[in-house]
């Protein structure tokens, strides 16, 4: 069964993770990046092995967006502890 999606909200930073909104996303740096791929991409870590969500594109400081299935995100790093996500419109 498909994975339902409910990015939009605010997160706990721990590490390299975003935790909230039932979801425990990892960003993480790419070993081999190629001229087509970003550097970092994000994995849903919720449940093992994790599942694959998208590339993540810097757009400004602690700016990031990716989009999952046709719909664009963007990720904002508030503070340190902290960080949120929301749709592009």
Not at 4 to 19: A, E, H, I, R, S
Not at 20 to 48: C, E, M, Q, Y
Request: hydrophobic share 30%; aromatic share 14%.
């Amino acid at each position: 069964m498909e994975q339902k999606y409910t990015f939009v909200g605010n997160y706990k930073t721990k590490g390299t993770y975003l935790v909230g909104n039932n979801l425990k996303l990892l960003i993480t740096k790419r070993k081999h990046v190629t001229p087509t791929k970003s550097t970092f991409f994000i994995l849903d870590k919720t449940t093992a092995p994790g599942t694959y969500i998208s590339s993540l594109y810097s757009i400004d400081d602690n700016q990031y967006k990716f989009d999952y299935k046709g719909v664009n995100y963007i990720l904002t790093y508030l503070g340190a502890e902290t960080a949120q996500i929301n749709l592009i419109d």
